[in-house]
């Protein structure tokens, strides 16, 4: 069974501010199945990165994510007051199964 | 446009079976190439699939949870369901149902708002 972790847990920022999340797989994973998603309080979570760097619809372009095997990446070019939230990575393998990342929080400083 | 409601019971005895129900509208639970999936979120903590019903009504589980899971679908009422025995007070939860979606590779892209379950007496 594949287990993601996420790094760091919390990330205290400011707006405006560049950041980078992390999500590493326990094994090579294909970059199709892996995906990211926002989970702010009382919400479902919101699916932003699909195929490892393809943004969904209506998510804005400073969300980026890349990666490739073992290591995936999320960037937010610039943080926006609506982008504090919590990140989560996901991948898609054999059986229909769903994995989840532990996700990194992101607060404001 | 898809949307997806989740319901049942929000308060569960221990050693019972949760039952939830996921109403799909906008669009059809059958007819097309989609799984349609639970996940659930315990209080402070991240999150955890559950289990998968493809269109066809093949089914996959969480292998950590299988023993006690069943999804079921009523096509009829465009409805699946999530049945969960045996329940302990680490299954307290909110319970969502999600669709993934073929063109994003499976991906989740549409989610039921939730809906919190506590097991207690």
Redesign the interface.
Known sequence: ?IVLTQSPGTLSLSPGERVTLSCRTSQSVTS??L?W?QQKPG?????LI??AS?R?TGIPDRFSGSGSGTGFTLTISRLEPEDFAVY?C?H?GS?????????TKLQIK | QLQLQESGPGLVKPSETLSLTCTVSGGSLRGSSYYWGWIRQPPGKGLEWIGSIYYTGTTYYNSSLKTRVTISDDTSKNQFSLKLRSVTAADTAIYYCARPSTNYFNALDVWGQGTTVTVSS
């Open positions: 069974e199709t199945y995906a998603y919400q479902a979570p919101r699916l699909y195929d393809s969904a989560y996901q898609y059986s229909a199964m769903y994995t989840f990342g532990q996700g």
